[in-house]
């Protein structure tokens, strides 16, 4: 069992930086794949980026390529998502996730979600 708790949202000015942070619990944090997910409104949740276990391998969505950035401190039980040049299309509730299978099954079906932190961009 993982339980997840997301933070670091706000409103920020299109152009600006912001760190979310996304602290689980739970034995098997440190053997999960983990991820971030976003839902922006009347829109379905998409998928963001992801990360291995061993902080080795990433992925993550053409749409964030080059701004966002995924990675994990397992040693806190925290993964981070950096988001650089944040723009209003980045408007969304962004979701932590955790898998205990690989990065493309966590893409599909994550076998945990958090709650969600809500992040707005304004122009």
């Known amino acids: 069992q993982v339980q997840l708790v997301e933070s670091g949202g706000g409103l920020v000015q299109a152009g600006d930086s912001l760190r979310l942070s996304c602290a689980a619990s739970?034995?098997?944090?440190?053997?999960?794949?983990m991820g971030w997910f976003r839902q922006a409104p009347g829109k379905e949740r998409e998928f963001v980026a992801a990360?291995?276990?061993?902080?080795?391998?990433?992925d993550s969505a053409d749409s964030v390529k080059g701004r966002f950035t995924i990675s994990r401190d397992n040693a806190k039980n925290t993964v981070y998502l950096q988001m650089n040049s944040l723009n209003p299309e980045d408007t969304a509730v962004y979701y932590c996730?955790?898998?205990?299978w690989g990065i493309g099954s966590l893409r599909t079906k994550p076998d945990y979600w958090g709650q969600g932190t809500q992040v707005t961009v304004s122009s």
């Open positions: 996730a955790a898998g205990l």
């Open positions: 990360i291995s276990w061993s902080g080795s391998t990433t």
């Open positions: 739970g034995r098997t944090f440190s053997r999960s794949v």
